[in-house]
T-cell receptor, first 116, second 110 residues
Framework: DTGVSQDPRHKITKRGQNVTFRCDPI?????LYWYRQTLGQGPEFLTY????????KSRLLSDRFSAERPKGSFSTLEIQRTEQGDSAMYLC??????????????FGPGTRLTVL | SQQGEEDPQALSIQEGENATMNCSYK?????LQWYRQNSGRGLVHLIL?????REKHSGRLRVTLDTSKKSSSLLITASRAADTASYFC??????????FGQGTRLTINP
């Protein structure tokens, strides 16, 4: 399967703990995105990478959130000092800047975070 | 705030009927993408339509785009129980991020 993969699929943590999620994009895609989705809502943009450069961050991405894509391949999203309001589905997507499907964003299965 | 707004918020039809969902948006776009999401799962990409296109087809799916009205529609023909899901439109304004609406919850009754 050459789709976008995310790990873990589910994470339950206690308030105040740090969590880290991983995303592996489709191999030839140079763009990678993180979104957050809460129940009954559409996904909301968090941040975006082109290769290893983080080019945009949403206001939703507070100082407790940090994302990296060190070698332009996989990416990690870390949340420090988690709060109950961080409970959501965290979605990763990737896209290519060229080819017949350029700019089509393909999503992974998501990581569902529950903060107790 | 969300750029796209889907209408209706919920739709329930009988298997075999056609389902039409609409999406309106506020600013100029490069493209508009439709996604399906089954309960609690990831998003499945359905169709991307670019701003210079007016209609695209994929199997039982037909998407139209009217940039003068800033609206798009998704038609699913001959619906099946497996089409039960939430459907989202997402707009790309050229800033590389997608802005999603709240989605239409489609239920296909057997």
């Amino acid at each position: 399967d050459t789709g976008v993969s995310q790990d873990p699929r589910h994470k339950i943590t206690k308030r105040g703990q740090n969590v880290t999620f991983r995303c592996d994009p489709i191999s030839e895609h140079n763009r990678l995105y993180w979104y957050r989705q809460t129940l009954g809502q559409g996904p909301e943009f968090l941040t975006y990478f082109q290769n290893e450069a983080q080019l945009e961050k949403s206001r939703l991405l507070s100082d407790r959130f940090s994302a990296e894509r060190p070698k332009g391949s996989f990416s990690t999203l870390e949340i420090q000092r988690t709060e109950q309001g961080d409970s959501a589905m965290y979605l990763c997507a990737s896209s290519s800047w060229r080819g017949p499907s350029y700019n089509e964003q393909f999503f992974g299965p998501g990581t569902r975070l529950t903060v107790l | 705030s969300q750029q796209g707004e889907e209408d209706p918020q919920a739709l329930s039809i009988q298997e075999g009927e056609n389902a039409t969902m609409n999406c309106s948006y506020k600013t100029s776009i490069n493209n508009l993408q439709w996604y399906r999401q089954n309960s609690g799962r990831g998003l499945v990409h359905l169709i991307l339509i670019r701003s210079n296109e007016r209609e695209k087809h994929s199997g039982r799916l037909r998407v139209t785009l009217d940039t003068s009205k800033k609206s798009s529609s998704l038609l699913i023909t001959a619906s099946r129980a497996a089409d039960t899901a939430s459907y989202f439109c997402a707009t790309d304004t050229g800033a590389q991020k997608l802005v999603f609406g709240q989605g239409t919850r489609l239920t296909i009754n057997p």
